[in-house]
């Protein structure tokens, strides 16, 4: 098992930023990689970025290219993601997750959610 606990989210305005971070632990070694997600009110969940754990390639949403960074610091276990030139479109809950196998783009371990929220 793996347990994920997201921190950082909060109150912003347009153009501000914020940095979430999500750190891993338990059966850590498990990780192929990780990634962020997003859910708004009434809305799907729905991709952000993510990391592979070995190497560091990224992935990145359409919508957060340019604006939103991903990284990781393998040694503490932890992944986040910088968002900046944050817009109300941005408002959501945030979840990391993690991906234990190459062969699927399905994420096994999920973490609780973090609110962020961007004032016009």
């Known amino acids: 098992q793996v347990q994920l606990v997201e921190s950082g989210g909060g109150l912003v305005s347009a153009g501000g930023s914020l940095r979430l971070s999500c750190a891993a632990s338990g059966r850590t070694s498990r990780i192929y990689s990780m990634g962020w997600f997003r859910q708004a009110p009434g809305k799907e969940r729905e991709f952000v970025a993510a990391?592979?754990?070995?190497?560091?390639?990224?992935y990145y949403a359409d919508s957060v290219k340019g604006r939103f960074a991903i990284s990781r610091d393998n040694a503490k276990n932890t992944v986040y993601l910088q968002m900046n030139s944050l817009k109300p479109e941005d408002t959501a809950v945030y979840s990391c997750a993690i991906n234990t196998r190459p062969d699927t783009s399905k994420y096994d371990y999920w973490g609780q959610g973090t609110q962020v929220t961007v004032s016009s």
């Open positions: 990391i592979i754990w070995t190497g560091g390639t990224t």
